[in-house]
């Protein structure tokens, strides 16, 4: 039975992209799998962040390379996947963890509607929703070649219900739900049972983009940071290395009769009623 379940989880020396693999999100993961096994592809804009990544991770005796990317930008992302299938002939699994906000696409407590910047809205939707249609159009042809492959998009618990502030990201991730189900339908229906799209809903870890808005300088939680441990049945923001249990079961044989679903890792935010 060990062996079995051991096999159902066995991710060694598959090929795993990350974009947006710099954050703080896609750090704890790429270690995560890369200790495990996996070859680890991390795709971001901060070239010093990522090589410092990939140097943590080959001292500890595991695979990765980095490469410089925009995900808005479909010939870069194609020169990524080409660079990646000349080093290693195949890719396994796709994270679309790439995305960000911006002021002027929300809106804060003392503006209305009429503040929000319908330019800086649109940048919002297109790095988070284009950003990630374009890297599963590219990434998702030598799956199809393969017949065998895994997307993960992320998502947040904005999209589930519209939370104050956050208007285009909110909107962008309620596309990318949306999203991951239509394409969990059409890789099924088109190329076969051995493609399959999913989604991580993370619930509120402390990232660089939402250090400033959850906590204090001095590590104290701002009055949404508290808003956000209330409506948490656990109490506190998750740790980056909560999403990796999570992110390993959906890239791995564990799951080859999941598609189209949204994983939501919380601490029970979401089911929280009042």
Do not use: W
């Amino acid at each position: 039975m060990n062996s079995q379940l051991g096999s159902l989880f066995n991710i060694k020396d598959n090929v795993v992209v990350i974009t947006g693999g710099t954050g703080v999100l896609g750090r704890a993961i790429a270690k995560y799998l890369a200790a495990e096994g996996a070859k680890v592809v991390i795709l971001g804009r901060k070239q010093e962040v990522g090589e410092a990544i990939v140097n943590e991770i080959l001292k500890a005796g595991g695979e990765a390379m980095f490469l410089v990317t925009n995900v808005l930008d479909q010939a870069v992302v194609q020169k990524n996947c080409d660079d990646i299938l000349a080093r290693y002939g195949r890719i396994d699994a796709l994270l679309n963890a790439a995305g960000g906000n911006m002021p002027g696409a929300t809106i804060a407590p003392d503006k209305t509607f009429f503040d929000l910047d319908p330019t800086q809205f649109q940048t919002v939707l297109n790095l988070n929703l284009t950003g990630t249609v374009i890297p599963t159009q590219v990434f998702l042809q030598p799956m199809v070649k393969q017949g065998r492959g895994v997307i993960v998009n992320f998502s947040s618990m904005a999209a589930f219900r519209p939370m104050t502030r956050v208007c285009g990201y909110a909107a962008a991730k309620a596309g990318i739900s949306n999203f991951t189900a239509y394409m969990a339908t059409e890789c099924a229906r088109k190329f076969g049972e051995g493609i399959r799209v999913n989604a991580i809903a993370p619930g509120f870890f402390i990232t660089e983009q939402n250090r400033a808005l959850l906590t204090n300088p001095d590590g104290s939680y701002t009055q949404r940071g508290q808003d956000v441990i209330r409506q948490t049945p656990f109490g506190r923001m998750g740790n980056p290395e909560e999403l990796c249990g999570t992110i390993h079961y959906l890239i791995s044989d564990a799951s080859r009769f999941v598609t189209g679903t949204v994983a939501v890792v919380d601490g029970g935010f979401n089911a929280f009623a009042m």
